[in-house]
């Protein structure tokens, strides 16, 4: 039995949790199900399933190997019918990344994707935390900021304009701001990705440099989420992509202050591992992808 199907044969029972089930479902032996589980470990070193009488239940490793798994044998099933696969006819899993206030602007539109491409399953990893895209085998995530240097493949998408913005409670209560000097009474919510970072304050062009005008807070947040909740509920003005809380902003939550001292557009780009072919899948998502935001960004 060759590597690719004995990986088969243990995806169906990590998926079953149970030999005699995935040995039902496969039409094969149950002891050639449990045989070929066991010739996968001694090659790879590794237990990949804790069996007991009771249960069949995957290690951390055996975790980590069905989710490689699943892509390769997805991968596979694609290359065998690349040459009469129509697009609609897509299958497999993609496994994506990006922030909440991205994700905002993809999920209305996600169903319609999903409809027209009925074999394909998205599972989408929303977190303010820069993933391992290769060791957690991301087929692409999207980046809104400057990149760090990196071996993934970068695909520019355009820029997210940053806006000011503070809660119609919160103007009430300080007033709203009209020029630089009006912010020595006002609050900034500090956004930092790790805590303990020192925030550089209230960000602004002008012309094309970046200059910062120090401001006290009352707030100090590492998530996206708590940047924009914590605006809403008055404790500060916020400096965000727009595209995050245009809900926010047509529901009345949130007014857009100081239009005239804008911080600087923020990137977007997609990023994916370098390989020499991108699956077809996964191509065809990053387009609608990048389709999906080009309402939402200007040009570089």
């Known amino acids: ?161 940053v806006i000011n913005c503070a809660s119609p409670a919160y103007l009430a209560e300080h007033g709203v701001p009209e020029t630089l000097d009006d912010l020595a009474g006002h609050k900034l919510i500090h956004y930092v990705s790790t805590l303990g970072q020192r925030p550089s304050g209230f960000e602004y062009l002008e012309g094309a440099e970046c200059r910062y005008v120090p401001m006290q807070s009352l707030l100090t947040v590492n998530s996206i989420d708590a940047y924009e909740t914590g605006c809403v509920a008055g404790l500060g003005i916020i400096q965000v992509p727009r595209a995050g809380v245009l809900n926010l902003i047509e529901a009345g939550q949130l007014v857009e202050v100081l239009p005239q001292y804008r911080a600087e557009p923020m990137p977007a780009s997609l990023l994916y591992a370098q390989r020499r072919n991108v699956s077809t899948r996964v191509q065809v998502f990053m387009d609608w992808l990048a389709d999906t935001l080009k309402p939402y960004l200007d040009q570089a």
Do not use: W
């Open 1 to 161: 039995m060759n590597r690719i199907e004995a990986m088969q044969i243990f995806v169906r029972v990590a998926e079953l949790a149970s030999f005699t089930k995935a040995a039902d479902s496969l039409g094969l032996p149950k002891a050639s199900t449990s045989s070929a589980v066991q010739q996968l470990e001694a090659q790879l070193g590794t237990q990949l399933l804790h069996r007991t009488t009771r249960k069949v239940q995957m290690t951390q490793d055996g975790q980590r190997f069905y989710e490689r798994s699943k892509d390769l044998l997805a991968d596979m099933d694609e290359l065998n019918s690349m040459f009469r696969q129509a697009p609609q006819l897509l299958s497999g899993r993609l496994r994506v990344d990006m922030n909440s206030g991205v994700a905002r602007r993809v999920m209305p539109r996600l169903p319609q994707f999903l409809r027209a491409h009925p074999g394909l399953e998205v599972q989408l990893s929303c977190t303010d935390r820069r993933v391992d895209v290769v060791g957690e085998g991301f087929d692409c995530v999207v980046r809104v900021g400057t990149l760090d240097d990196s071996s993934l493949v970068v695909r520019p998408l355009g820029l997210f304009p």
